[in-house]
Nanobody, 116 residues
Framework: QVQLVESGGGLVQPGGSLKLSCAASGFTFSSALMRWYRQAPGKEREWVARITNTGATTNYADSVKGRFTISRDNAKSTMYLQMDSLKPEDTAVYYC?????????WGQGTQVTVSS
């Protein structure tokens, strides 16, 4: 069974940093494209970043480009999202995601709150 477990969220002041983790199991992590999404209250789920199986290629939403860094450690089956220069509009539940055979898999999410 595919399992994705996010961690690392919390409360941080504007301009601060957090690093999220997504621990993966139940599939071949090293062959999988991975993504981060987020969802703020009352808003649609928004794609944030993605990373290819080896980590060679990364892509970011314009809203986070230059501030967030996605990475992965295939030996640990873990994906990360380093978030710097955080803004209040980054406040959301952050989810990791993968897709296999046209099926999306999601973690339970971790709350990130950016507030002074």
């Amino acid at each position: 069974q595919v399992q994705l477990v996010e961690s690392g969220g919390g409360l941080v002041q504007p301009g601060g940093s957090l690093k999220l983790s997504c621990a993966a199991s139940g599939f071949t992590f090293s062959s999988a494209l991975m993504r981060w999404y987020r969802q703020a209250p009352g808003k649609e789920r928004e794609w944030v970043a993605r990373i290819t199986n080896t980590g060679a290629t990364t892509n970011y939403a314009d809203s986070v480009k230059g501030r967030f860094t996605i990475s992965r450690d295939n030996a640990k089956s873990t994906m990360y999202l380093q978030m710097d220069s955080l803004k209040p509009e980054d406040t959301a539940v952050y989810y990791c995601n993968t897709v296999s055979l046209f099926t999306n898999y999601w973690g339970q999410g971790t709350q990130v709150t950016v507030s002074s």
